[in-house]
């Protein structure tokens, strides 16, 4: 298949910063869009796939699943976008399409593997990993492209991409409305949009944080009320309280403490960290409280676009900071401090 090239960001190594490179974006095919990329934020996981966090990056990686920007052209059969739109790409840019995840509109749950917008194995050009917006263009199937309303702000509705519908689909999908009661752990990326979602659907919003500095923040986003993590106190005055928890921190940490503040038949959803617990669980509240645990991954192309719709009804987006290219490997070091409001988006023009 041919190709043509493009100036994109990404990185060599585990341990090497991200630079310029020229990476290849496929022509387009019948059902393809071809996206100048505005905007995109920066998440936490493009700081694992740089790093190699999870043991499964192919170098070089191009990391950037918050996708916004323009269409510049699109295949012949096409119908859902020409150019001029303004479109959005998140986390999914391809799946199988057949089996009954994906008819169930679960495209993140394929029963034959979903393809990520960056290290994936790219199903158009073979022996290649799929790279992210950390580029001038991305060329995406028209299924997994996104309308973004048109009263967002263009920078700002870029997060919504991964940490909103991160997120949102949990609380979707645990039914949270008005009068449910949330909480959320951890204020970054994922944690700000969490608090706004909630906020939408009606819910009373906690945050849980280590960070008493946050508090003034998470009131200003909408919480309800801040419970400092490491106050043994505090914790206790929520003891049996939330009907969902989303967890969205990034590293290995003890759930104990926050089964305890679960209402019976409550859920605590985990986002953020991927792998071994090593702090031993004790079920006993889970058995005498019917308490549950689970997990969830991204959202699906049909429910990404309902929340985009959704945040375009409230008027909701991202706190961001928006920082050039050239920033991006000091932005990392930031974000690994919690030292970001609450999300990076970077200007594309930067790239230019
Ligand atoms: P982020 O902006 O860095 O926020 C993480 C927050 O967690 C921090 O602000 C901090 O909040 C808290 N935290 C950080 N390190 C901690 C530690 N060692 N112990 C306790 N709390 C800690 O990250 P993000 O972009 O929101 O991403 C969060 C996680 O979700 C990442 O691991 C990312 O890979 C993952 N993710 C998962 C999905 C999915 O589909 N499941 C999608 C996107 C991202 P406080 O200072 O308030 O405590
Ligand atoms: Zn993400
Ligand atoms: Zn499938």
């Given at each position: 298949m041919s190709t043509t090239q493009v100036k994109a960001y990404g990185t060599q190594a585990a341990d090497a910063d991200l630079k310029e490179i020229i990476i290849k974006r496929r022509e387009l095919t019948p059902k393809d869009v071809e996206i100048d990329i505005l905007y995109c934020g920066?998440?936490?996981?493009?700081?694992?796939?740089?790093?190699?966090?999870?043991?499964?990056?192919?170098?070089?990686?191009?990391?950037?699943?918050?996708?916004?920007?323009?269409?510049?052209?699109?295949?012949?059969?096409?119908?859902?976008?020409?150019?001029?739109?303004?479109?959005?790409?998140g986390c999914l840019v391809d799946s199988c399409r057949a089996c009954s995840s994906c008819k169930d509109d679960l495209e993140q749950y394929c029963e034959n593997g979903w393809t990520g917008t960056y290290n994936g194995p790219?199903?158009?050009?073979?022996?290649?990993?799929?790279?992210?917006?950390?580029?001038?263009?991305?060329?995406?199937?028209?299924?997994?492209?996104?309308?973004?309303p048109e009263n967002l702000d263009l920078a700002a509705v870029a997060p919504v991409l991964c940490a909103g519908i991160t997120t949102w689909s949990p609380l979707r999908h645990w039914n949270v409305k008005e009068g449910s009661k949330v909480a959320v752990v951890g204020l970054g990326g994922l944690g700000h949009m969490a608090i706004k979602l909630a906020k939408g659907l009606g819910a009373e919003v906690f945050l849980f944080s280590r960070s008493p500095e946050k508090k003034q923040d998470a009131k200003e986003l909408g919480c309800d009320a801040v419970i400092i993590s490491t106050d043994e106190n505090q914790m206790e005055a929520v003891a049996g309280k939330f009907?969902?928890?989303?967890?969205?921190?990034?590293?290995?940490?003890?759930?104990?403490?926050?089964?305890?503040?679960?209402?019976?038949?409550?859920?605590?959803?985990?986002?953020?960290f991927l792998g071994p617990l090593e702090s031993i669980l004790?079920?006993?509240?889970?058995?005498?409280?019917?308490?549950?645990?689970?997990?969830?991954?991204?959202?699906?192309?049909?429910?990404t676009q309902e929340l985009l719709d959704f945040c375009g009804e409230k008027n909701i987006v991202s706190d961001i900071e928006m920082i050039d290219i050239q920033n991006i490997n000091e932005a990392y070091e930031r974000m690994l401090k919690s030292d970001v409001k609450y999300r990076f988006v970077i200007d594309m023009k930067s790239l230019n």
């Open positions: 920066v998440c936490h996981s493009d700081l694992h796939t740089a790093r190699n966090d999870w043991q499964n990056t192919v170098y070089p990686a191009v990391p950037g699943h918050e996708i916004v920007g323009k269409v510049t052209n699109v295949g012949d059969s096409v119908t859902k976008y020409k150019v001029g739109d303004t479109v959005a790409v790219d199903k158009h050009l073979e022996g290649q990993q799929t790279y992210g917006g950390y580029s001038q263009k991305v060329v995406v199937d028209e299924h997994f492209v996104l309308k973004v009907d969902v928890i989303i967890d969205t921190v990034p590293y290995e940490h003890d759930l104990n403490p926050y089964i305890a503040t679960l209402h019976h038949s409550g859920t605590l959803v985990l986002v953020g004790n079920t006993a509240p889970m058995v005498m409280g019917r308490k549950a645990i689970s997990g969830s991954l991204i959202g699906g192309i049909a429910e």
